[in-house]
């Protein structure tokens, strides 16, 4: 299993990023997937979570509304499109396979993105 992360970097509150994630190793579209991230000296924390088709998504109230997850399974890709994001937004994201939609349980995580929002 290998998931690998991109388009991170440094935006200023307000100014769209989009993120994508290339996954392999396993039959992408059989799995529910999510967007976690962590920030120095807090916990990790999950950002969303999608279904195996794309059917159903789950956003933690913070980000309802200011951030989209989709995927497209003939690219074995995720994706985490972030609008109006703001400074408490600045952490590390991963990229995680889901074991338990209910339980917020992952398996496999990829090596991260960093996003820095600041003025």
């Known amino acids: 299993v290998q998931l690998v992360e991109s388009g991170g970097g440094m935006v200023k509150p307000g100014e769209s990023l989009r993120l994508a994630c290339a996954a392999s190793?396993?039959?992408?579209?059989?799995?529910?997937m999510s967007w976690v991230r962590q920030a120095p000296r807090r916990g990790p924390e999950w950002v969303a979570a999608?279904?195996?088709?794309?059917?159903?998504?789950y956003y933690p109230d913070p980000m309802k509304g200011r951030f989209a997850i989709t995927r497209d399974n003939a690219k074995n890709s995720l994706y985490l499109q972030m609008t109006s994001p703001k400074e408490e937004d600045t952490a590390t994201y991963f990229c995680a396979r889901v074991t338990n939609w209910t339980a917020g349980q992952t398996d496999y995580w990829g090596q991260g993105t960093q996003v820095t929002v600041s003025s």
């Open positions: 999608i279904g195996a088709g794309g059917g159903r998504t």
């Open positions: 190793g396993f039959t992408f579209g059989n799995y529910d």
